[in-house]
């Protein structure tokens, strides 16, 4: 019965970490990609004014 427990714990936690991981990854493919383009004459792409 110890065991039957122990599956079922386990088995809970491998369901639990695999929707997590699902709604991280609904989450990141929903924010737009970062831009590659860098502004003129800055290295920094989106970075702030004044920022890098």
């Known amino acids: 019965m110890e065991t039957f427990a122990t599956l079922v714990v ?3 936690m491998i ?3 695999v ?3 699902r709604l ?3 989450q990141h ?3 737009p990609p970062p831009s590659t ?3 003129p004459g800055r290295p920094g792409g989106d ?3 004044g920022r890098e």
């Open 47 to 49: 970075a702030a004014p």
């Open 24 to 26: 991280a990854n609904r």
């Open 29 to 31: 493919a929903i924010a």
């Open 10 to 12: 386990v088995m809970a």
């Open 15 to 17: 369901a639990l970490g």
């Open 19 to 21: 929707l997590l991981v």
């Open 37 to 39: 383009k860098a502004a």
